[in-house]
C-alpha cells in the first residue's frame, strides 16, 4: 500500500496525539484515526516482533526499517514528544482556566469522529448495530466505574500495564483513566514512576519493568488483534470502534461537578504542588447554569458552543484532505 502522507504531515498529526494524551479521558488512538493514520500505525506496531530477527539477518538494518515502517513511526513519535510538552504547558493551562471551552472542543472532535468513522461502514447489518451498541455500552460503563482497590502483586502490575497501553490505541478511552479504574494510577504514577526518577530503589525499578512488560505484551498483541480484525471483519471493527468513542462521550461532556479525588492509603485527598485535589476520579454531568452555581465559576457557554463547533469542522476538513491523499 502506497502512503502519501508528508513528513511534515506525519509530525503534525503525532504533535496532535500527544496533545490529546495529555487530556484526560481523550485518547490518541481517536486522533490517530480522525487523520486517517490508524490502519498504518497499527500494522507498523504489528511489524514489531520476533520476525525482524530474519528480516535483519537476511536485510539488515534497511531491511528491518522498512518492515517497520521506520520513517512513518520516527515523524509520527517525534511529533508526539512535542505535542506531549505542548500539551503540559499549554492544554494543562487552558483545561485549567477554561475548562468547559476545552472540553467542549474535544466533545465537538469526538462526536464529528463518531459520524465519519461510521459513515465509512460501507454495509450496516444487526452484528453491526449490536457491536456498537455493546462497545458504546462498554466505553460508557467504563467512564462511570468506581476505581478498583488495586494490588501490588507483579501479576496484577503486568495485566495492569498490558490494558493501559489496549486502552492508548483504542479510540475513546485514555490509558491513565484505565489506570485510575484499575486501583493503580496512584501505586504507578505517583509512587513506582517518581520513586524510580528520585530514588533509584531497586523494588521500583522492578515493578516499572514489570509493567513496561506488560505494556510491550499488550501494544503487540492488541496491534495484531486490531490488524487481524481490519483485515477480515473491517465494517465490524469500524463499528467497534466507533461504539467506543460513542460511549465515550460521556466523560467529556463540558460542565461538571468532581464527587470523588484520588486518595492515599490514609483515605485523605492527594493534593498537587498548589494545595489543591491532584487527581479527579468520578465526576457528575450538570448544566451550564448548574456548574456556574456549584462552581462559582464561569460556564463560557458561547465559547464553547463555538469551540464545539470548530472541533467538528476540523474533522470535517480533515476528512476532506484524508479524501484527497486517498486520490
Known sequence: MKHKHTSIGLAIRGAAMGMAEVIPGVSGGTIAFITGIYERLINSIKAIGFDLIGTFKKDGVKGVWNAIDGNFLLFLIGGMIGGIVIGIFGISYLLETYPPVVWAFFFGLILGSV??????????????????????????GLTTSLPATGSTSYLYVFISGMIAISALILPGISGSFILLIMGMYTYIVQDTLKGVLSTFAMDKI???????????????????????????????????????MLGSLNKIWPWKKATKWLEDGNGNIILDENGLPDKILMEDNISPLAYELSTNSNAYLIFAIVFFVVGIGIVFLMSMADKNNSK
Open 206 to 244: 522492578i515493578t516499572m519493568m514489570v509493567f513496561g512488560f506488560g505494556c510491550l505484551a499488550g501494544l503487540m498483541s492488541i496491534s495484531r488483534l486490531l490488524s487481524w480484525t481490519f483485515a477480515n471483519y473491517k465494517n465490524l471493527t469500524l463499528a467497534a470502534l466507533t461504539g467506543f
Open 115 to 140: 459520524f465519519y468513522i461510521g459513515r465509512q461502514i460501507t454495509k450496516w447489518t444487526w452484528k453491526e448495530a449490536v457491536i456498537l451498541i455493546a462497545c458504546a455500552a462498554i466505553a460508557y
